[in-house]
């Protein structure tokens, strides 16, 4: 199938799948245990229904939507993701470059596969940067120190990784550090030969912000140990308030008194998230999560909601229940996946089509005036 037959999110993925290695394609495709989380924040967005109304004249739709200052043209960027590359050569500056070309946030993660400064100057002033802190406090204070030099503006702490996901397809697929090479991975370069020249000609893969620090690692251990830290609490984070003069959001937020404190810290907003299911497979999908956490706030923080975006409609459905905007994750990464710089593309396409589409069916000629009068019914 060529790119433009894909209709949908989902034909991306399943075009990406057969161009990716089963190792790599798994560890962006997987979630924790079960991945039952994985599976409903899909599920409960399909499940919110929202109620077409016509006679509106729809035919200029404004989908912009404006946050800490700066408009931009849709209104969801791109979310954190390490190690990016291992999933398509060079992701990580597709993506920035996209995010740039069509005016949208782009967020750099801790652990991406390219320069956290390239990635700025590839954004083009879209740029965000997610924090993970370090168990080492020096490593935490230099990602921040260079965030700043790099003219990034808004930083996002992430919450949610006290430790790493279990990821039963990594283990399974025996993911370690350094990378084994089984027969299962030689057959799946064999038959990947895009991906596999692609890997060659970028090089291998490797979490660049830490590459000297990461470069004696011979375990799992030894990377989580650098990257993430068991021992981040609020106290801390009072500290990041405090040493992040830019705007400060905290990411994977599912509880509304959790919500309320980082308001009570001078946090400008939150991403309510459960990392796409990547973290635990017994918690609440986000659409479900979101209405308490939106009541709590009552409007005090900017509210941006991630994990299971898999259609224009559901940026609408979690903007009718209090989010102002969302961050999508795999589903831009599939496109990639599917047809590099162009599948990527297509991605943003398809989701900016079915938003445009969806908020013409609802007889809603600017984005940023959904809400959730008259508009939901939840089952
Ligand atoms: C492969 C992969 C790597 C990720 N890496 C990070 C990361 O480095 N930092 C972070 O805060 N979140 C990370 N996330 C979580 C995403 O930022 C985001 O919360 C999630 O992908 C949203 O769910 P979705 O994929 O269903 O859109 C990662 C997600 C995936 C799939």
Redesign the pocket.
């Known amino acids: 199938m060529g790119l433009e037959r894909a209709a949908s999110i989902d034909d991306l993925r399943t075009r990406a799948k057969r161009r990716i290695p089963r190792f790599a394609f798994d ?2 495709d997987g979630g924790a245990e079960s991945e039952r989380n ?1 599976r409903r ?1 899909i599920e409960a967005f399909e499940e919110v229904e929202l109620t077409p109304r016509y006679m509106v004249d729809v035919s200029d739709i404004d989908t912009r939507a404006t946050l800490f200052g700066q408009t931009y043209n849709l209104p969801f960027g791109m ?6 590359n291992a ?1 398509w050569p060079d992701a990580d500056l597709i993506l920035a470059r996209l995010c740039a070309r069509e005016n949208i946030p782009y ?1 750099a ?4 596969s390219t320069t956290l400064e390239r990635l700025a100057e590839a954004a083009a002033g879209n740029g965000w940067f ?1 924090l ?1 802190v370090s168990s080492d406090p020096s490593v935490t204070e230099g990602l921040i120190a260079r965030a700043e030099a790099a003219e990034y503006k808004v930083m ?1 702490v ?1 919450a949610d ?1 006290p430790a790493a996901g279990k990821r039963d397809r990594d283990i399974r697929n025996q993911l370690a550090v350094p990378f084994k090479i089984t027969p299962e991975v030689v057959a799946g370069l064999i038959a990947n030969p895009i991906w596999s020249l692609g890997t060659l000609r970028h090089g291998r893969p490797n979490i660049a912000n830490y590459a000297d620090l990461l470069q004696s690692a011979t375990s799992y251990a030894d990377v989580q140990k650098t990257l993430i830290t068991p021992g981040f609490t609020w106290d801390d984070l009072k500290r990041l308030r405090d040493r992040w003069k830019g705007t400060l959001l905290v ?2 937020i599912l509880h509304p008194s959790d919500a309320a404190k980082c308001a009570e810290l001078g946090c400008d907003g939150i ?1 309510v ?1 459960n ?4 973290q635990v497979a017994f918690g609440p999908p986000t659409i479900e999560a979101l209405p308490p956490i939106a009541d709590v706030l009552g409007g005090r923080m900017k509210i941006i909601l ?4 898999r259609r224009g409609a559901d940026i609408l459905r979690a903007k009718a229940h209090g989010a102002d905007f969302a ?5 831009m ?1 599939y496109g990639v996946g599917a047809g590099g710089a162009a599948g990527a593309q297509r991605a943003k396409e398809i989701l900016h089509l079915e938003l445009v589409r969806a908020l013409g069916q609802l007889g809603i000629t600017s984005f940023e005036t959904v809400d959730a009068a008259g508009l939901t019914a939840v089952r």
């Open positions: 560890l962006v994985l924040n979310a954190p993701i390490g190690m990016h999933f967020t993660s801790s652990a991406s997610q993970y996002m992430t990784v990411k994977g991403i998230s990392h796409g299911g990547r991630d994990s299971g975006i961050l999508t994750g795999r589903a990464a």
